[in-house]
C-alpha cells in the first residue's frame, strides 16, 4: 500500500519479540529509505498490532491483507498489485 503496511509474521520457534522485530524492522528500512531518498520520516511512531488468536480465522485475515489493494481502488484483483507476489505462496494455501 502507498501510505501503510500490512504484515503478518508468525514466530514460529522463535523468542523474538514482536516489538524488537518491529524496532529492527523500521529501523533498517527507514536507513534504506533516508539513504534512497533523503528523507527521514518513513514510520509514524507506534504500529498498531493485532495477535491473531487462536479462535480467529487466519484465513479471514489474510483475505482482508492481500485484497486491501483492490478495495482502496488500487487495482481491479489482487494478483494485479505487484507487492502481492511476497504472499503468493500463502495465498494458494489459504484463498
Not at 501510505?3 to 536507513?31: C, E, Q, W, Y
Not at 507506534?46 to 491483507?65: F, M, N, P, T, W
Not at 486491501?68 to 504472499?87: A, G, H, I, M, Q
Amino acid at each position: 500500500m502507498p501510505d501503510h503496511l500490512h504484515v503478518i509474521i508468525s514466530p514460529g520457534n522463535s523468542s523474538v519479540v514482536l516489538s524488537k522485530f518491529l524496532n529492527m524492522f523500521k529501523g533498517r528500512t527507514a536507513t534504506v529509505f533516508r539513504k534512497r531518498f533523503g528523507k527521514s520520516n518513513l514510520w509514524q511512531q507506534s504500529a498498531y498490532d493485532h495477535v491473531i488468536r487462536k479462535g480467529e480465522d487466519l484465513k479471514a485475515v489474510i483475505q482482508y491483507v492481500v485484497n486491501n489493494p483492490v478495495r482502496k481502488d488500487l487495482v481491479t484483483c489482487p494478483e494485479d498489485y505487484p507487492y502481492s507476489r511476497w504472499f503468493e505462496d500463502v495465498t494458494k494455501l489459504y484463498l
